[in-house]
């Protein structure tokens, strides 16, 4: 699989996602491109109970409600990374309603992210209640029933490709781990019981179990 998406592959993927539950979506949304990031921040007000992300051609994606399953796990796994967080000390995490602006223009929204605070610090109190202008050096999405893992494995060759140094994307469905590192190939970790974090996470072990059969609180 190509390290880079192209444009081509992106666009087809902001298709599928916003056409996923077209009887959900305003109809003024639906199909929508060419979108400014003006724009972009405009809708976001207006539409604050939608998930939206834009592409770097300016398509609008509205992201489907996560499932109540999905949801805790993902609960589950920010809680934990925030968790690590407190104790390294060297970043800040952050949740799945989160907007990144890419270097490439477009905006997207993963499920779980660290970023080194020298990031965060650099930012103006202005900057820190908009969108994160800066990719995350960590991010995690996970695969519920409503994506295809083309999407998603696209989406976290996008996030490399803008300056992330680490990416899993978790899929509930097959338990399977694919770990993203830029500049190496993809490795996949079938059924794992544990899936560490370092060098970028150092001491950051996620371990499974809890995650496939979701025995947490």
């Not at 800040?92 to 477009?106: D, H, K, W, Y």
Request: proline share 6%; charged share 25%.
């Amino acid at each position: 699989m190509s390290r880079i998406s192209t444009d081509a592959k992106v666009s087809e993927m902001s298709r599928n996602l916003t056409q996923l539950d077209d009887a959900h979506i305003p109809p003024d949304l639906i199909g929508l491109t060419q979108v400014t990031p003006e724009q972009f921040e405009r809708l976001c007000q207006e539409y604050r109970d939608l998930r939206l992300e834009l592409t770097s051609t300016g398509e609008l994606i509205v992201l489907p409600p996560a499932g109540l399953e999905t949801s805790r796990r993902n609960a589950h796994l920010t809680c934990l990374l925030v968790t690590w967080a407190r104790t390294d000390g060297r970043g800040v995490c952050f949740g799945s309603s989160t907007g990144f602006a890419l270097p490439n223009n477009a905006v997207r929204l993963p499920n779980a992210s660290w970023a080194n605070r020298e990031k965060w610090d650099h930012l103006t109190k202005q900057q820190k209640e908009g969108f994160a202008p800066f990719c995350p050096d960590f991010v995690a999405e996970l695969r519920s029933p409503t994506y295809s893992l083309m999407q998603l494995c696209d989406k976290m060759l996008e996030y490399l490709a803008n300056g992330a140094s680490l990416g899993w994307l978790i899929d509930l469905l097959e338990r399977q781990v694919y770990v993203h590192r830029p500049d190496q190939e993809m490795v996949i970790l079938e059924n794992p019981e544990v899936v560490h974090g370092d060098p970028v996470l150092p001491g950051f072990k996620l371990k499974m179990d809890e995650l496939w059969g979701g025995d947490f609180l």
